[in-house]
């Protein structure tokens, strides 16, 4: 185990142990570097670690969402299912923690919650619950969609039950059975936690603010077959990730929704969703995000597709998403969605149009009616893209605060480094591709780009790095050209910020795509990392 107070000067330090902070040890420590990880978690994991929750799986399949780094990893290690569930990522991530011997890196219950730049020294001072460090570098591995977002509903102080967020859920089994559960949130978390609840729980009370469009996984056991061929083309597989928009191994399609007939566009809706899987949005129309006209096509598919399963007309309709076009929140997965709606122990409650006003110690109220819990499970979300690093009170050049600094929204250069704060590098930061990529791909990405900067500046003799201000707007600017031209910004999402009360309204994804970002990346380090300033 790494001691900080023995040890209080190191090269890099990491902040995070899930995908992208275990792969900045691994990185890091190869090309020799003295590395330590703060982890606020008492383990590894990341998100991994804490989304716990009943039917908590990953939405893309694991033979791509899964390192590329070490061959022997990838020809050892076998999935159980297409798409795996939390336990089975998180043994995944304990077992790259003990094959690459990475624990002993990491400081565990160990939160940042400062960390200062000293322009002299050009050093950060990182301060977290269990002691403090030094390091010339700063590794932000903190994620994406990690910082749970708390609902600040008044008086929920009052519900005497059972209170558990999807975020954050108990390392013991939870076990519903006889009970009244209540859940709030019907995202990608609540989509796969209701199902689950519903089987075993007396009664389930769904309270659902926004419909959204719940895309089946079609989840199955990994077939032997397709396991072998996997292993033996991994080489391809990955490839592909480099070269796809999504980070993911599968061409898209060529053609608008709106050039075929509806009787050739029904069939190529039917045969996605057949297979199941994100890849909807990939194998059917390449349209679907920047043509409302063709977007609508898509949403109206998934809606008869409820008024089909939902038996109850007026549940159905309740159901039916039609404030948003499709996918520009992030449709969930959910195997049985629908129709755990027509199970009799199922209530769907709408909270847009009778909102939650109060609790009692086993009631939550709305404007309407009293509904008797036991249980409240509360799956809404949060503080995506700059929470986690917001959190953290940062300190750049002169004292600048990053909450200052990024107080009428997030800028970036590339995702990567934030101008006035040196040396501090974002993995998968605001404006690169980040939760519209396949993430491990993104992180291996963003990692390799780091490590190779840092390894550029050890071998030139440079003591800082920093974002100039001017590529940062360029950055942030053409971000926003980009993400203009497709409808996500129209939607009041957590990609824009709206589930956070007051939080500037940006969309802050670099949506032109992962592969031609990662050449930008390329190019920008091949020509002497343009747009960053370096000092000795
Ligand atoms: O969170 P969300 P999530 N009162 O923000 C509702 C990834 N992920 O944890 O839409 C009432 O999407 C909110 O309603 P509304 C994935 O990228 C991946 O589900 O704001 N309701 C919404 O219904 C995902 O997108 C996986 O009107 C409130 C829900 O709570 C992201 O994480 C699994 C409320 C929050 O949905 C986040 O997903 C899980 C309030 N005060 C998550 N506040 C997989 O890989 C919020 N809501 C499968």
């Known amino acids: 185990m790494t001691d900080p107070g023995k040890s209080p000067e190191y090269d890099g330090i990491v902040i995070g142990a899930g995908f992208a902070g275990l792969y900045a040890i691994v990185k890091l420590r190869e090309l020799g570097f ?5 982890e606020k978690a008492s383990d590894v994991g990341g998100v991994w670690y804490w989304n716990r929750y ?3 799986r990953c939405d893309c399949e694991s033979y791509y969402y899964s390192y590329s780094f070490s061959t022997e990893l990838q020809q050892k290690w076998r999935w159980s299912q297409r798409y795996a569930e939390q336990p089975e990522i998180l043994a995944y991530l304990n077992h790259v923690a003990e094959q ?6 990491i400081l565990f219950d160990a939160t940042v919650e400062r960390m200062v730049f000293d322009e002299r020294a050009n050093r950060w001072t990182v301060t ?3 002691g403090t460090a030094t390091a010339k570098f700063v590794i932000s591995a903190a994620g994406c969609i990690s910082a749970l977002q708390k609902p600040d509903y008044p008086g929920l102080d009052a519900f005497a039950g059972e209170l558990y967020y999807t975020g954050a859920w108990p390392h013991e089994e939870v076990d519903f059975s006889g009970r009244r559960v209540g859940i709030v949130g019907t995202g990608a978390s609540g989509a796969q936690a209701i199902p689950i609840i519903a089987k075993t729980a007396k009664h389930l009370t769904v309270f659902q603010r926004t419909p ?3 895309l089946p996984a079609r989840n199955a056991p990994m077939d032997p077959g397709f396991d072998d061929w996997v292993k033996a083309h991994y080489d391809e597989i990955r490839t592909m990730c480099l070269n796809s928009p999504g980070a993911v191994p599968f061409e898209g399609s060529k053609i608008s929704a709106l050039d075929v007939s509806p009787e050739e566009r029904a069939a190529v809706y039917q045969k996605a969703w057949d297979r199941g899987g994100l890849r909807f949005f990939v194998d059917t129309f390449n349209d679907l995000i920047t043509n409302k006209e063709a977007n609508d096509t898509a949403a109206e598919f998934v809606r008869s597709h409820i008024r089909s399963v939902v038996k109850d007309p007026r549940i159905a309709e309740m159901l039916s998403p039609r404030s948003h076009p499709i996918a520009t929140k992030r449709p969930p997965l959910g195997d049985d969605y629908y129709a755990t709606f027509n199970r009799p122990n199922v209530t769907l409650v709408d909270i847009a149009s009778t909102p939650i006003t109060s609790f009692s110690a086993r009631a939550v109220r709305t404007a309407e009616a009293s509904y ?6 509360l799956a809404t979300g949060f503080d995506a893209m700059t929470g986690a690093l917001l959190r953290i009170d940062v300190r750049g050049r002169g004292g600048l605060a990053l909450k200052a600094k990024w107080a009428e929204g997030a800028k970036t250069y590339l995702g990567l480094g934030v101008a006035g704060f040196p040396n501090l590098f974002t993995v998968t930061g605001p404006f690169s591709p980040s939760v519209v990529a396949n993430m491990p791909t993104g992180v291996e ?7 190779g900067c840092m390894n550029y500046m050890r071998s030139h003799g440079l003591e800082f790095v920093e974002a100039d201000e001017s590529a940062e707007e360029g950055w942030v600017a053409h971000s926003a050209e980009v993400a203009n031209a497709t409808l996500y910004p129209q939607t009041s999402s957590w990609y824009v910020g709206a589930n956070i009360p007051g939080k500037p309204r940006q969309f802050s994804v670099y949506l032109g795509g992962f592969s031609s970002y990662r050449e930008h990346c390329e190019r920008v380090a091949q020509n002497g990392y343009e747009g960053f300033a370096f000092g000795r």
């Open 212 to 214: 959204n469009f719940v």
């Open 100 to 105: 690459f011997n990475l624990r002993r890196h």
């Open 445 to 451: 990405q963003h990692v390799d780009w780091i490590a």
């Open 34 to 38: 003295n590395v330590l990880g703060f």
């Open 372 to 377: 008797e819990i036991d249980t409240l499970v």
């Open 128 to 130: 977290s619950s269990r």
């Open 54 to 56: 009943p039917g908590a």
